[in-house]
């Protein structure tokens, strides 16, 4: 089983072989990224990691690269042959709910919604008819969406309080992201918890370059940050999250912005980046705080009051939380930014355990206290498993696996 995950400038891809019993084991896995003539490609297989630069200028290319690799692995690596492909695909609009497998229909329903998300479908599209290209065209292929696990959301929390044509014209609602991230989480945490006798409640950081968190219950998802598109909810690198919208019509009105304008200032100026006035990076931002730099302070404070804001709200919405889970690059490696979004959160029995948050870097572990409720997990993400595993079980159930 290969795994493709595209991002908006890079291809992920894990190679899975399925064991006797039934586990899948990665066996080869990669990147390529910073796109155009010398183009990182780094990979790992048969135990050593390897790194060359090479022209790739698109994901079509990227795509046609890693087959090709594949191709030439030896025959010790036990997947020279890829005999399925699963996809990461951001959004499944009202449409996709559940794992699919890839038709002309079906891949044409999906170029359907690119305008909900023109940054991401596209390029998945992009990944899936490359892989058509190289490999023969009765290989199955299946699709696994980002907003499958908030398609359910309850009504009061998907809905927003717009003027019913505008809503109904636009299919305008609250879809959510990061869902494949968030339910990786969830279910590696009750592995690790244990469920509770009673439905189990859980709240989920996916802190990355982008940002969402998500409330949790019984499996299943009743609120998250993200909504119609990826830039609502917490500050991100360079996406603002959360901002008044009267503030958009006072820049287009009396600043002149056009619509062009505002989406690549919120999207791409935003964040972290843009309070901070020098960066997007964590890590240096943290550096820059370190040396008394004040706009690297207000980024950090911002980011880590709003992601608080959220954990509060979300311990309300669930009635209370069993766990708190912290993932992606910034929530898996930034012991720091995982102490100052708990601070303060005593009145709801959360405490840290200082020495098992400062050793949690990169890896899966409990950093809350003995007597912490929520109990509190760093859970480094593993998209490509949940994908693969997804697509095993709706290949297997239609004969094709």
């Known amino acids: 089983m290969l795994v493709f995950n595209s991002g908006s400038s890079s291809l992920k891809h894990r190679l899975y072989a399925e064991d006797p019993d039934g586990s899948l084991r990665l066996i080869a896995s990669g990147m390529v990224n910073a796109f155009g003539d010398q183009a990182k490609f780094t990979w790992l297989a048969n135990g050593q990691r390897r790194e060359t630069r090479v022209a790739i200028h698109n994901h079509r290319e990227a795509t046609a690269r890693v087959l090709r690799w594949l191709r030439d692995l030896t025959p010790d690596a036990a997947g020279r ?78 809905t927003y309080a717009l003027p019913q044509e505008w809503t109904r014209a636009h299919g305008i609602r609250r879809y959510g992201f990061h869902g494949i991230a968030h339910r990786y989480m969830y279910e590696r945490c009750l592995a690790l918890h244990g469920e509770p006798a009673s439905e189990p409640r859980v709240i989920t950081f996916q802190l ?65 980046k ?47 939380a069993d766990a708190v889970v912290f993932g992606g690059g910034i929530g898996e490696h930034a012991a720091l930014i995982r102490a100052r979004i708990c601070a303060g959160m005593e009145w709801c029995g959360l405490r840290l355990d200082a020495a098992a948050n400062a050793a949690a870097v990169g890896t899966e572990g409990r950093i809350s206290a003995p007597r912490s409720a929520p109990a509190v997990y760093v859970i480094p993400v593993n998209e490509e498993l949940l994908i693969a595993r997804d697509a095993r079980q709706l290949l297997a159930s239609r004969g094709a696996g």
């Open 81 to 158: 042959a890829v005999t399925a492909i699963g996809h990461r695909v951001v959004h499944g609009g009202e449409i996709f709910r559940e794992p699919v497998l890839l038709t002309p229909e079906t891949i044409a329903r999906i170029e359907s919604l690119s305008a909900l998300a023109p940054i991401h479908n596209p390029i998945a599209l992009e990944v899936i008819r490359a892989c058509r290209l190289e490999l023969e065209d009765t290989l199955p292929m299946v699709a696994v969406f980002d907003t499958a696990f908030h398609a359910l959301l309850p009504q009061p929390a998907r």
């Open 208 to 272: 990355g370059n982008g940002c969402s968190v998500a409330a949790i219950r019984a499996g299943r998802s009743v609120e998250t940050s993200m909504g119609y598109t990826p830039l609502e909810g917490l500050i991100m690198s360079t996406r603002s999250g959360d901002v008044d919208p009267g503030v958009l019509v006072q820049l287009m009105a009396a600043g002149g912005l056009s619509a062009t304008a505002l989406a690549r200032g919120l999207n791409h100026e935003s964040g972290l």
């Open 274 to 320: 843009g309070l901070s006035g020098v960066t997007s990076d964590m890590r240096e931002l943290l550096r820059l705080e370190a040396e008394g730099h004040a706009g690297a302070r207000l980024a950090i404070d911002a980011f880590c009051h709003r992601a608080r804001k959220y954990l509060g709200a979300y311990a309300a919405v669930l009635g209370g």
